[in-house]
């Protein structure tokens, strides 16, 4: 995203060395005008901030005159990245492959062809999403119309809403609700449309589900041929032959859905099912007992408009 020139940059300076290594790193140089695209700075200042990144990394560019850029070089290190810096690159690559989303500025300036597997357009209305992070803000109740899938008509309900969740799939709000007195996820797409607040004294910290956390011990599937296994220890990054992956309590099922881990162990096609869930009764107890300190916590029951 182009800034306009001669507007200050908001940016600190750490971002903008950043910047810099970002572009080494992964597309060989940077110049400064790629500073003052990026960042609304002036020209002075672009040199400035190409002088001090040399200053803390001597050795990371030389100058090509020629071009009037700065290139990688051979003993190039980066310093100021990430500590998973193909993570970020690959981040940065997300936003442009996301074709239902709106794109976002990244840093790159080149990039390789990238798509992304589609996942429907669910469109959330901009008032009701504001409505519900003055909510969460503010600790109101919000009134809302919802379209369950078990009910046929919207419904109102009161939700108390205190944080957001994105499963990889949909936008959800994790929020008390006043109908049934526990605390639910509310699919951000299925609000149609968001009215009265008033004061809400549910503490977040009651939701014992969003408080506590879990830890899935996942191993490659039982089924698979040894080399098959070796590839999911790779792409789960394991260690040794197990990974440990830790979520909320409340979010346990759309991990277990994400990664297939409610198929059956028997027979199954590997590309289908590549790990199983070790610890499963460690978990489900785990949650079970979140689940049963939130109901515990007794609430008093809101007069309602």
């Given at each position: 995203?182009?800034?306009?020139?001669?507007?200050?940059?908001?940016?600190?300076?750490?971002?903008?060395l950043?910047?810099?290594?970002?572009?080494?790193?992964?597309?060989?140089?940077?110049?400064?005008r790629?500073?003052?695209?990026?960042?609304?700075?002036?020209e002075?200042?672009?040199?400035?901030?190409?002088?001090?990144?040399?200053?803390?990394?001597?050795?990371?560019?030389?100058?090509?005159?020629?071009?009037?850029?700065?290139?990688?070089?051979?003993?190039?290190?980066?310093?100021?990245?990430?500590?998973?810096?193909?993570?970020?690159?690959?981040?940065?690559?997300?936003?442009?492959?996301?074709?239902?989303?709106?794109?976002?500025?990244?840093?790159?300036?080149?990039?390789?062809?990238?798509?992304?597997?589609?996942?429907?357009?669910?469109?959330i209305?901009?008032?009701?999403?504001?409505?519900?992070?003055?909510?969460?803000?503010?600790?109101?109740?919000?009134q809302?119309?919802?379209q369950?899938?078990?009910?046929?008509?919207?419904?109102?309900?009161?939700?108390?809403?205190?944080?957001?969740?994105?499963?990889?799939?949909?936008?959800?709000?994790?929020?008390?609700?006043?109908?049934?007195?526990?605390?639910?996820?509310?699919?951000?797409?299925?609000?149609?449309a968001?009215?009265?607040?008033?004061?809400?004294?549910?503490?977040?910290k009651?939701?014992?589900?969003?408080?506590?956390?879990?830890?899935?011990?996942?191993?490659?599937?039982?089924?698979?041929?040894?080399?098959q296994?070796?590839?999911?220890?790779?792409?789960?990054?394991?260690?040794?032959?197990?990974?440990?992956?830790t979520?909320?309590?409340?979010?346990?099922?759309?991990?277990?859905?994400?990664?297939?881990?409610?198929?059956?162990?028997?027979?199954?096609?590997?590309?289908?099912?590549?790990?199983?869930?070790?610890?499963?009764?460690?978990?489900e107890?785990?949650?079970?007992?979140?689940?049963?300190?939130?109901?515990?916590?007794?609430?008093?029951?809101?007069?309602?408009?």
């Amino acid at each position: 995203m182009v800034v306009p020139q001669g507007l200050p940059s908001r940016r600190p300076l750490l971002e903008r060395l950043r910047f810099i290594e970002f572009r080494l790193l992964w597309e060989g140089r940077v110049n400064r005008r790629d500073l003052m695209d990026a960042f609304g700075i002036s020209e002075p200042q672009a040199s400035i901030d190409l002088r001090r990144y040399q200053e803390i990394n001597p050795t990371a560019a030389v100058y090509d005159a020629s071009r009037k850029t700065y290139a990688r070089s051979a003993s190039f290190r980066p310093q100021q990245m990430p500590e998973y810096p193909a993570e970020h690159y690959l981040n940065q690559l997300l936003v442009l492959g996301i074709a239902d989303a709106v794109p976002g500025p990244t840093w790159l300036n080149s990039a390789p062809p990238v798509d992304v597997l589609p996942r429907g357009r669910k469109r959330i209305d901009t008032e009701v999403l504001q409505s519900v992070l003055a909510a969460i803000r503010d600790r109101q109740l919000l009134q809302i119309q919802y379209q369950s899938l078990s009910t046929v008509e919207t419904e109102q309900r009161w939700i108390g809403p205190h944080a957001l969740v994105n499963d990889g799939f949909r936008w959800h709000a994790r929020a008390w609700c006043a109908k049934h007195e526990d605390f639910r996820d509310f699919v951000l797409s299925r609000i149609t449309a968001a009215g009265r607040s008033v004061d809400c004294d549910v503490d977040a910290k009651s939701d014992m589900e969003w408080q506590t956390y879990v830890t899935l011990k996942i191993v490659p599937h039982p089924a698979l041929e040894p080399y098959q296994k070796r590839a999911v220890q790779l792409d789960y990054n394991m260690s040794g032959d197990a990974a440990f992956i830790t979520t909320r309590a409340c979010l346990y099922r759309y991990l277990e859905w994400s990664l297939r881990l409610d198929l059956p162990e028997g027979p199954t096609p590997r590309w289908r099912g590549e790990v199983v869930l070790r610890n499963r009764q460690e978990v489900e107890d785990r949650c079970k007992l979140a689940k049963e300190l939130t109901v515990q916590r007794k609430h008093s029951r809101l007069n309602l408009p």
